[in-house]
């Protein structure tokens, strides 16, 4: 199929696991282009410019901005992200399917300027399990926790805004239903041209 | 997930392969409930009455339609094809998954009176293939192979009256690409309750 690729869009909590499902779930997907994030946030240990995140200072952070360089950008706890527009859009025209992994926020103004974009939200199976995992991670002070539950909550209750909902109880369940839904978008037949059903009918 | 059942309704030209997705998919998929198809068309080698399909001499099958017992029926190269109704309604009102397996007609007459259905086409990779695989099984006379194909190229201009289409090419990416879309469809949100968002919100 010659087709103008599909934009998913992913949100879920800080912990819920969105980046394990994405790690395990790539491999297995062809032709999916997973665009990296700019973000003014402190590198984490292990974390490299230009494959977990573009790393920016505030100011030129700023300057993308003012650019309009970013699909949407975004403030949480202190930080800013945002999507680089070029890559996504061109991804798009040369039929590549694309994933971005958004805030709340962020989502909703890519599914603002894109409305073709499929959203999947990812839930953990209640707010006591996404605690436990945010502490488990070792990583954030308290008040750090408290403002992360606090946005899980809020993100929750917009779970509506989605098309879709993956709930992260299994790993392995969570990954195939993430999965599912890529494949299954990729076959609506709205996405067939001519030219596809054409091919259905050839004879000899 | 308390929720009603969704119904998915799979259609596709004879010889395309649907009888062999739909054997190797249902063993994956839980909760989901195959719905036999009465019919008048003779038995082939190995079917059972109320395995492969209920077996109906013409007048019986009159009977069924004249006490409103199908939720469609049509009329395929001369034989009578129909869905017995309660089973069906039965399923979904508690919660089951329902699957229907249907001629072009039948499957728009589920969709006219239960629009939530979804629609699943079954497409061949062209009508040479599709040509050689009704061939291949040995069971039609050349005229009656005529008209399957006559048949299929009529339903697959209607392709785009259904949700998906799934492409019977190498079978395990049929299989495949068969289970996501059940599985992507039970994870819309519209299927969510307002309990089910109450669970993703519990806390300590």
Redesign the interface.
Same mark, same amino acid.
């Given at each position: 199929m010659s087709r103008r690729g599909i934009l998913f869009v992913m949100t879920g909590a800080s912990g819920v696991g969105k980046d394990t499902i994405r790690q395990a779930a790539l491999p297995e997907i062809d032709n999916l282009f997973y665009s990296i994030s700019a973000t003014t946030r402190t590198k984490r240990p292990g974390e490299l410019h230009g494959k977990h995140y573009y790393f920016y200072d505030p100011a030129s952070f700023q300057e993308l901005i003012d650019n309009d360089g970013l699909l949407e950008h975004a403030e949480y706890v202190g930080d800013y992200y945002g999507t680089p527009s070029a890559p996504v859009k061109e991804a798009l025209e040369r039929g590549q399917d694309v994933l971005l992994e958004l805030e709340l926020v962020g989502a909703r103004e890519v599914k603002r300027k894109l409305p073709e974009a499929i959203m999947l *939200?990812i839930?953990?199976? #209640?707010? @006591?399990e996404l /605690?436990r995992r945010l502490r488990g991670r070792g990583t954030d002070s308290e008040q750090r926790i408290q403002k992360r539950l606090a946005r899980a909550?809020e993100e @929750?209750?917009a779970? =509506?805004e *989605? /098309?879709?909902? &993956?709930?992260n109880d299994m790993l392995v369940t969570a990954v195939? /239903?993430f999965?599912? @839904?890529i494949?299954?978008?990729r076959?609506?037949?709205r996405h067939?041209s001519p030219g596809d &059903?054409a #091919? *259905?009918? =050839?004879?000899?």
């Amino acid at each position: 199929m010659s087709r103008r690729g599909i934009l998913f869009v992913m949100t879920g909590a800080s912990g819920v696991g969105k980046d394990t499902i994405r790690q395990a779930a790539l491999p297995e997907i062809d032709n999916l282009f997973y665009s990296i994030s700019a973000t003014t946030r402190t590198k984490r240990p292990g974390e490299l410019h230009g494959k977990h995140y573009y790393f920016y200072d505030p100011a030129s952070f700023q300057e993308l901005i003012d650019n309009d360089g970013l699909l949407e950008h975004a403030e949480y706890v202190g930080d800013y992200y945002g999507t680089p527009s070029a890559p996504v859009k061109e991804a798009l025209e040369r039929g590549q399917d694309v994933l971005l992994e958004l805030e709340l926020v962020g989502a909703r103004e890519v599914k603002r300027k894109l409305p073709e974009a499929i959203m999947l *939200f990812i839930a953990p199976p #209640n707010l @006591i399990e996404l /605690d436990r995992r945010l502490r488990g991670r070792g990583t954030d002070s308290e008040q750090r926790i408290q403002k992360r539950l606090a946005r899980a909550r809020e993100e @929750i209750k917009a779970v =509506k805004e *989605f /098309d879709y909902v &993956v709930v992260n109880d299994m790993l392995v369940t969570a990954v195939r /239903d993430f999965c599912s @839904i890529i494949y299954a978008e990729r076959l609506r037949t709205r996405h067939l041209s001519p030219g596809d &059903v054409a #091919n *259905f009918l =050839k004879e000899l």
